[in-house]
């Protein structure tokens, strides 16, 4: 597929907590290194896509709830692509079980594999150890930590200290099928005597699995393998961590196998790329991005209007404000927004947003893109090369922000615009008197928010403080998200003088998420000002980041935020109070329609 695109995200409030050690030891691999996509000992044909989901599911069990010492030894990343080496070529579901426990079982202490109609009895008692000092040691997650990216998010064996108090008691097992007609148990608590966790592995067995797992090397490995031990990496988190699960709509469960599948019939990196994004996309979540991938953009910006994708903006002489794109490359310009959209997660109005940012984009450079186009009745063909990349592979940085281009001005005696994007805190200090004892102010958040609302809101209060929204971060001691308990915090912001007596108003966008939406949130729930608009993106909450070792970065929400009120934000978002439908014919005369709206309620023209 040519046509793509992405989304954005922003971090909110972030706080400083202790950095763990990287669980990668070498560098990952390069998604434009060229490399064969099968490995010489690997048929294609052969590979057992059910044996390798079968893996996946235990390898998740072991890696995140297992709490060994010898676990916590091992290097979790090339025992993936050790895994997905071993089982893809077995044939039988007895020769499958016996080397996955001879896989795992140096690692994970009590393991059982046995057919699914053949139940074994786990006794508990092998796992007692005999020192009288013993306690219990397993694993807590706060959040996950996967990296030193994870800011706030910690995981912890509970052998010298606890994130919580919540934890499985001893005998505790995780008891799934994971495929094949087979089950595991995987104990979830073990002891120790602070020196070492009970029962200790035999060495050899240990020993020989540490040295196949040292023999594998990710830059020599082919892209099929690395492209197979994402899937198993990024699935697993997500399974296990990802706290939204509850409010969409998707069999997460069976998209392990389909996703495994899929990857065996990808030949360029790029399209696995497209893959991996189609699979965050099914969560819905408005950070659910997958960097590594460069993306190269038409010199235009696009946006649907009255039922046709309207241009406006263009940094092609041969394009103007209000053309209308009927095709691109042939293809109906509407089917190639709905291509675009399947690769981009969030809420459907962000995705469609984010969609038409980048219509049209390319991951491969050099490429040009033919545009047939309606203008005043009549149809032209525009050639355009694809070759705008800006910062990021998210944002095409051609500006179509419609707006004012002031940072802070009055546009009407007594009536003030505020552009976020461009205006500094500096700039509003200098302002601080003129906004406060304003008519009006109208603050535009198209276009992001150089100047954080959280500079501004503590002047649009009479109450001693703004308390933020509750952050709910999951605290994890059970693999498959099952009883799951959240830590409940938030934060405050004390009033500042001066009083603001303007009315505010405020324009919004899809684009106004994360940080932008803990202001919406206390901008709604404490009725600070009138909003002008669309939707905010429903999207809120610190994110977190999966390293793959195909090369590229998994973000995703790591924490649940719900409104003030306790009602879902998540796909919501916040409803504009006065929701602008824009024209096109507004387009071609330059008029932005949010600002007249704003400036009608500002006027009182609008009640």
């Known amino acids: 597929m040519k046509n793509l695109k992405i989304i954005a995200a922003q971090i909110i409030i972030v706080w400083s907590f202790s950095a763990c050690q990287r669980p990668l030891t070498e560098p990952l691999s390069e998604p434009s290194e060229i490399k064969p996509i099968l490995p010489p000992d690997i048929d294609l044909k052969a590979i057992e896509v059910h044996n390798i989901e079968t893996f996946a599911r235990l390898y998740g069990y072991a890696r995140w709830f297992h709490p060994s010492d010898e676990a916590a030894e091992i290097d979790w990343y090339r025992m993936a692509v050790l895994g997905v080496r071993k089982v893809g070529n077995i044939k039988s579901t007895e020769e499958l079980r016996d080397v996955l426990f001879s896989l795992f079982s140096p690692v994970v202490q009590g393991l059982q594999i046995y057919h699914t109609d053949e139940p074994k009895e786990f006794n508990q008692n092998t796992l007692l150890s005999p020192d009288p000092n013993r306690k219990s040691v397993t694993w807590q997650h706060y959040g996950v930590y996967l990296n030193e990216n994870s800011n706030i998010y910690k995981s912890m064996r509970t052998k010298n200290s606890k994130l919580f108090d919540q934890m499985p008691e001893f005998g505790k097992v995780t008891k799934e099928s994971i495929g094949n007609s087979l089950t595991c148990v995987v104990p979830l608590t073990l002891q120790t005597n602070n020196a070492f966790t009970y029962p200790r592995t035999e060495t050899s067995a240990l020993v020989r699995l540490k040295s196949e797992i040292a023999g594998i090397y990710f830059y020599n490995e082919p892209d099929l393998i690395l492209n197979l031990t994402s899937v198993i990496l990024a699935w697993n988190v997500l399974q296990h961590f990802f706290p939204y699960f509850d409010v969409i709509d998707v069999d997460w469960n069976s998209m392990l196998g389909d996703m495994l599948e899929k990857t065996l019939t990808i030949e360029r990196k790029a399209d696995f790329w497209i893959a991996l994004s189609k699979m965050i996309a099914q969560l819905e979540d408005g950070h659910g991005v997958v960097y590594g991938q460069q993306m190269y953009h038409l010199p235009i910006r696009t946006e649907l209007i009255e039922n046709e994708i309207v241009i406006t903006a263009s940094n092609d002489a041969a394009l103007k404000r209000g053309d209308i794109v009927k095709t691109m490359n042939g293809k109906p310009a509407m089917k190639v927004l709905e291509e675009t959209e399947e690769i981009i997660s969030g809420s459907p109005h962000l995705r469609r947003h984010r969609a038409l940012n980048i219509l049209g984009s390319t991951l491969n450079s050099g490429e040009s893109t033919l545009l047939e186009i309606e203008r005043d009745g009549g149809r032209q063909n525009v050639t355009l090369s694809n070759s705008y990349t800006g910062k990021s592979i998210f944002f095409n940085p ?51 928010a150089q100047l954080n609302f959280s500079i501004i809101a503590p002047y649009l209060t009479t109450y001693t403080s703004l308390t933020s929204t509750n952050w709910h971060i999951p605290q994890t001691i059970y693999p498959n998200r099952k009883e799951v308990a959240f830590d409940i915090s938030n934060w405050f912001l004390p009033y500042k003088q001066p009083y603001f007596t303007s009315r505010s108003i405020i324009i919004n966008v899809p684009s106004v998420v994360s940080s932008g939406e803990t202001m919406m949130s206390i901008i709604d729930y404490y009725k600070l000002a009138t909003t002008v608009g669309e939707p905010t993106a429903g999207c809120n909450g610190n994110v977190n980041y999966i390293d793959l070792p195909c090369g590229y970065t998994v973000m995703w929400t790591g924490m649940k935020v719900l409104k003030h009120d306790g009602s879902q934000l998540y796909l919501k978002g916040f409803q504009p109070d006065y929701p602008v439908n824009k024209t096109i014919q507004a387009i071609k005369d330059g008029r932005d329609e949010f600002v007249e709206k704003a400036l009608e309620i500002a006027r009182g023209e609008v009640r």
């Open 398 to 448: 051609i500006d179509s922000r419609n707006y004012m281009s002031d940072k802070i001005v009055e546009i009407e005696s007594g009536i003030y615009y505020v552009n976020l994007a461009l205006s500094t805190e500096s700039d509003f200090n200098r302002n601080i008197n003129a906004l406060a004892n304003a008519k009006a102010v109208i603050y535009d958040c198209r276009g992001g």
